[in-house]
């Protein structure tokens, strides 16, 4: 079978520990019936991680009795919203298909010549709950995931929300994730699973260089994602620092210091979001979206 080529769109937001009880009983979603699955999940990589270098994640995934296979390339955007082009094809065994992989684009030059060589380098393990939300006339998927990401002996916590168009305007993205933000302590996050577990087994956690509001804000946001998987204090400093410089840009406009004043204040100790952080991120991101390479 031939793997499809579409465009993945998606919001990801982090969630501080109450953050899934609390957008469980979000109103909205309170009138909607959930799917409940437990995935697994294997990313495969060279011995020297060609595929992390770049920025390319290949997955199998088993969800009941069946078995997906999955590639994703580097995505585009910012403050937790990616746009990514994505091939998903069903397998009949937990099996690697690499005659499928050497088809798509990304391994017609030297990366398929690596094919040979990839083997399973970490894993993640969560139960999945699902909401089909209809939103300004756009379908909308949103997804709860709990669970842990394996790799290189390091484990880290998955308490995650991610926002993903099926049909209709991205636009309807932010508006659904800000409504939610009035209610559920969350954050942006720019980690893919796949770059957070590359991270636990390297113990290396590099931040990306600033210089303007979209790069600070990046730089922020990536910084609580490694906090979060390192439980080192040098990135939470990171995030606070690079909120700071964030807020002082000349280059931001009165409301857009505001709302990053308003993160800097509420990040506390613990580097977790409360609702006055996410209302803020928000609103931020949103207006900084599409400027930034992700991992």
Not at 2 to 25: D, H
Not at 124 to 146: G, K, N, P
Not at 183 to 190: E, I, Y
Not at 224 to 234: Q, V
Request: hydrophobic share 40%; net charge negative; proline share 7%.
């Amino acid at each position: 079978m031939k793997p499809s080529e579409p465009t993945e769109i998606e919001l990801k937001l982090a969630l501080a520990p109450e953050g899934p009880v609390a957008l469980r009983q979000y109103p909205l979603l309170q009138t909607l019936t959930p799917s409940r699955q437990t995935l697994t999940n294997t990313y495969y990589d060279t011995p020297g991680g060609a595929l992390d270098q770049a920025r390319i994640a290949v997955r199998l995934r088993q969800v009941d009795d069946q078995v997906l296979q999955t590639v994703k390339t580097a995505g585009h955007g910012g403050g937790g919203f990616s746009q990514r082009h994505e091939w998903e094809w069903p397998l009949t065994t937990r099996h690697l298909d690499t005659q499928g992989l050497a088809e798509l684009p990304p391994f017609q030059g030297a990366l398929g010549e690596a094919i040979p060589t990839l083997q399973p380098q970490l894993s993640t393990d969560f139960e999945r709950w699902s909401w089909q939300v209809m939103w300004q006339d756009s379908h909308i998927e949103l997804a709860l995931d709990e669970g842990r990401i394996h790799s290189g002996g390091h484990q880290a916590i998955i308490c995650e929300a991610e926002l993903e168009l099926k049909h209709g305007a991205p636009e309807a993205l932010w508006s659904l994730a800000q409504a939610i933000a009035e209610r559920v302590p969350l954050r942006p996050s720019d980690t893919s699973k796949a770059a957070r577990g590359n991270a636990l087994a390297a113990q290396q956690w590099p931040l990306p260089d600033a210089d303007s509001p979209a790069q600070w804000m990046h730089r922020a946001t990536l910084a609580l994602d490694a906090y979060h998987d390192s439980h080192r204090a040098e990135h939470l400093a990171a995030a606070q620092e690079a909120l700071a410089m964030l807020a002082a840009d000349p280059m931001l406009t009165d409301q857009a210091r505001d709302d990053a004043n308003a993160m800097r204040d509420a990040l506390g100790s613990t580097g977790q979001p409360s609702v006055t952080y996410a209302k803020a991120a928000l609103a931020l991101a949103h207006r900084m979206a599409h400027q930034t390479a992700l991992r």
